[in-house]
């Protein structure tokens, strides 16, 4: 039997949690990507390459991206059940649902190889 | 069983809620100005890898990134959106402790949120320009 074909984990509880522990993993990554900015003084291509390009930075920024399709993905298909439903689509709503979370998804995959690939060729 | 315990779940949801009759106390407008602010990161996110590629590619691509126009502004734009919902989601984290989950404690600490939001926005414009 079917119950659930939009969460990222088992369950909503798996999602609940999920939300907030990538959410503080992307807050800490904000914190430290912001906090080289105020500090690193003149940018240049140099500087940028030679902060991100640092092993230790690589696996922090390769565990944000995969934090980011976590977050993003239960972000975005609760808004998308929360919405996009037939009181205000009508009988169109599951297929315009469906269409938005195909869409979530696609970008998802594009952002998490194109990050992936910018972050590790540095 | 589980049929039937779904069968009877669905009956008792309320699944007709019309959000567009509500009249939206201050914490539901920052509770959906979160949910905004969350998608229009989710679209950021292009914009950032294009430029972050761009400007680490080379030392040109960087100056390409760096001397275009409209980068600052766009930057500033996507910093206020993750300024709030940094600040409004470290606000729901707390929620989840119980702290300020009553209707009075909400309604401050959506306040908190938006004038931390406001202040590091501010803050931030004034530190790229």
């Known amino acids: 039997m079917v119950t659930n ?38 940018l240049s ?37 929360d919405y996009i439903r037939p009181h205000y689509f009508g009988g169109v709503a599951t297929t315009a649902r469906f ?24 | 069983m589980s049929t039937d315990r779904s069968a009877k779940g669905a009956a008792h949801r309320p699944v007709n809620l019309d959000l567009t009759q509500f009249s939206f106390p201050f914490a539901a407008l920052a509770s959906i100005t979160h949910r905004i602010t969350g998608v229009i990161l989710f679209g950021a996110i292009g914009f950032l890898l294009w430029w972050f590629g761009e400007a680490t590619s080379s030392p040109e691509g960087f100056a390409a990134v760096a001397g275009s126009g409209s980068f600052k502004f766009l930057v500033w734009l996507i910093l206020c959106a993750v300024s709030y919902h940094f600040f409004a989601g470290i606000k729901h984290l707390l929620l989840d402790f119980h702290i300020a989950d009553t209707i009075e404690g909400g309604e401050l600490a959506a306040k908190i949120a938006v004038g931390l939001a406001a202040v590091t926005s501010l803050l931030l414009g004034i530190w790229i320009w």
């Open chain 1, 5 to 42: 074909v939009t969460s990222f984990g088992r369950s909503g509880l798996s999602d609940f949690v999920l939300q907030r522990v990538t959410a503080v993993i992307l807050a800490l990554y904000t914190l430290c990507v912001v906090g080289y900015f105020l500090t690193a003084g003149e």
């Open chain 1, 99 to 122: 269409i938005y979370q195909a869409v979530c998804i696609v970008m998802l995959f594009i952002y998490t190889v194109w990050a992936l690939q910018i972050f590790w060729s540095l």
């Open chain 1, 45 to 81: 291509h140099q500087a940028l390459v030679g902060f991100f390009g640092g092993t230790a930075m690589k696996v922090f920024s390769t565990m944000a991206i995969f934090a980011t399709v976590a977050h993003a993905w239960i972000g975005l298909w609760t808004i998308g059940t």
